[in-house]
């Protein structure tokens, strides 16, 4: 499969995901559509058919744009992802997928804090949670999380964490593990090399797991998904 820049899409930067053990595959790219503008498109590829390739929604300036964080598999069926431009204010959103009857929803759209660049989503709780290149308090970045089961997913959104130096920037991942958040962040902390942080999941009790960069030889400035 070659994205050719155009409807296709282009510069898919996260992880498929797959619907269940259908073989049937999901994944976003933060350029190319139909579009002028090179918004994006979210995609499918069935590999029971000869992985048979299809975009299934092309991004645009008020559904938002350039979406990198890969996207999430609810129970009922629905997808979850966002972008981190474009939308109502500029600054990106949260949208749903319903694979059912096709339809495509915006769920939030963020003004205050802006590149939200990873999701995680509990299926137990209904919770969505996420990191945020900037946060409204700090540029370094935060955490927030919502309800995507509530009948209007945007009147629960919370924004549980910011931050700051010692506890590194620019958030690029995170995982719920035993019921505690674990994001990890590019830069700074104690080495100025990124962190791995450990967190309750309403945003308290943040605590440093590892600070990155005091052996280069153990690597620096972790980027991708945590598992």
Known sequence: MHFSGNTSGANPQSSLIEVGNTGILYGVTR?????????????????????TFTVVHQFTDITGCHPISSLVFANDLSLFGSTIRCSQFGYGNIFRYNLSNHIFNV???????????????????????????????T??????????????????????????????AFPSNLILVNNSLYINTQIFGQYGAGTLVKMDRDGENAKLVYAFGRDKALGCCPWDNLY
């Open 31 to 51: 350029n190319g559509g139909n579009t002028s503008d090179d918004l994006g498109v979210i995609y499918r590829i069935d590999t029971t058919l000869n992985n």
């Open 107 to 137: 769920i939030y759209e963020f003004a205050d804090i802006a590149n939200p660049n990873s999701l995680f989503l509990d299926n137990d709780s209904g919770l969505l949670y996420g990191t945020a290149g900037v946060g409204s308090s």
């Open 139 to 168: 540029f370094y970045g935060s955490v927030f999380t919502i309800d995507v089961r509530h009948e209007i997913p945007s009147t629960t959104f919370k924004q549980l964490f910011s931050f700051n130096y010692g506890t590194g």
